[in-house]
């Protein structure tokens, strides 16, 4: 149990262009999932905290313009890279609540060209 | 604020064998929760354990176990008969209960490598 799924796995994109990303928790109901970004070798930086039915709360220095987070149902949320840039390019990953646990999404692999 | 500090950067570890991982963190809260989580080549987060501060007994999961010294902020995990597939970055996690948000503090990250 306790499955996230996140889509697309990899995706390449053109600078100036958005990309979507899925995470969707697969067997069970979260109200609240999780965004991350991650760089090679280092620790996983918090962007945002998504809330079913509400906006999302955005961590300090994260553009909230720029990195859109819509949490729709109980079981999907999305993250919107608008005018994606090189330097968006990175490891993003999502997770989803349940109970004191978060359970995480495989990641997507961003790049920017 | 909380913080979570992981002070090694890189630990090996002879296949069979044990290694400890070091984690402190830092909060003026008595009752949250810890958790270590493993990263492997995958860069899928897998909870490999959860520690509840209010318990005094430490959290085992098979091979793995921690070592939870409350009052000096310690949260160490040991891994017994270590094998190839331990072999990932580990993260310790701090959460706190009364923000209520379920937000992770994550430390820095160790890497481990277990060699045959």
């Known amino acids: 149990g306790a499955v996230v799924s996140q889509h697309p796995s990899r995706v390449i994109c053109k600078s100036g262009t958005s990309v979507k990303i899925e995470c969707r928790s697969l067997?069970?109901?979260?109200?609240?999932m999780f965004w991350y970004r991650q760089f090679p070798k280092q620790s996983l930086m918090l962007m945002a905290t998504?809330?079913?039915?509400?906006?999302?709360?955005?961590e300090q220095g994260v553009e909230k313009d720029k990195f859109l987070i819509n949490h729709a149902s109980l079981t999907l949320s999305t993250l919107t890279v608008t005018s994606a840039h090189p330097e968006d390019s990175s490891f993003y990953i999502c997770?989803?609540?349940?109970?004191?646990?978060?359970?995480f999404g495989p990641g997507t692999r961003l790049t920017v060209t | 604020a909380q913080t979570v500090t992981q002070s090694q950067p890189e630990m090996s570890v002879q296949e069979a064998e044990t290694v400890t991982l070091s984690c402190t963190y830092d909060?003026?809260?008595?009752?949250?929760?810890l958790f270590w989580y493993k990263q492997p080549p995958s860069r899928q987060m897998i909870l490999v354990i959860r520690?509840?501060?209010?318990?005094?007994q430490n959290a085992t999961e098979n091979r793995f176990s921690v070592n939870f010294q409350k009052a000096a902020k310690s949260f160490s995990l040991k891994i017994s008969d270590s094998q190839l597939g331990d072999a990932a970055m580990y993260f310790c996690?701090?959460?706190?209960?009364?923000?209520?948000?379920?937000?992770?503090?994550f430390g820095q990250g160790t890497t481990l490598q277990v060699k045959p």
């Open positions: 998504s809330n079913e039915g509400s906006k999302a709360t955005y």
């Open positions: 067997d069970f109901q979260a109200t609240t």
């Open positions: 997770s989803a609540l349940a109970g004191q646990k978060q359970y």
């Open positions: 520690q509840e501060a209010y318990k005094q």
């Open positions: 996690a701090y959460c706190s209960i009364s923000s209520n948000t379920g937000k992770l503090i």
């Open positions: 909060t003026s809260e008595s009752d949250y929760y």
